[in-house]
């Protein structure tokens, strides 16, 4: 459950465990989802004038696409997340860092705060493995399933081509 009650959480510290699913109308087009559930668990505890601290951690798998080879991938993604929540007229409020706590909504979501973290969270660039070998430049072949026949049978015209072409490059 991801859904609090402000006035209780103001008075004494509740806990948080709950999950975010990957269907969840908060998710939004292009956002790098889960591949089925965030995890979230911690603290949410009052810390003066209506304010309130989540003291927290956020696990799951997150869909990405190798930057190599683009095989699909679940990425494991783990954070610990540290929130301040502040009503408009607390101390801090309008800090860029502090999310906005209405006390006239009686209860805190935590939903889009935890959105935001896990999409900071995911990585930018993802490997399915160390070693991928990625993709051939030539044909385009996943080079992982074994080398394709560009590199089997260099036609010698093609070979003296490519040399003139790849001349000054990097040829990592
Ligand atoms: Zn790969
Ligand atoms: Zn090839």
Not at 29 to 42: C, F, M
Not at 93 to 116: C, F, K, M, N, T
């Amino acid at each position: 459950m991801l859904l609090f009650d402000i006035r209780t959480a103001l008075s004494k510290a509740v806990q948080v465990d709950g999950t975010l699913e990957a269907d969840d109308a908060v998710w939004q087009d292009g956002d790098a989802r889960p591949a089925a559930s965030v995890q979230v668990t911690g603290r949410l505890s009052p810390a003066g004038h209506g304010t309130l601290y989540l003291s927290g951690h956020l696990a799951g798998d997150a869909h990405a696409e190798c930057r190599r080879c683009l095989a699909d991938i679940a990425v494991p993604v783990a954070d610990d997340v540290q929130l301040v929540f502040a009503e408009a007229d607390a101390e801090g409020a309008d800090d860029p860092d502090v999310y906005p706590l209405d006390p006239q909504a009686g209860s805190l979501d935590l939903r889009p705060a935890i959105r935001e973290q896990w999409l900071l969270a995911v990585p930018a660039y993802a490997l399915c493995r160390e070693d991928c070998k990625g993709l051939c430049s030539t044909c385009g072949a996943n080079l992982n399933e074994g080398p394709c026949r560009c590199e089997r049978t260099p036609d010698p015209r093609w070979a003296a081509l490519s040399k003139l072409g790849t001349q000054g490059t990097d040829r990592s």
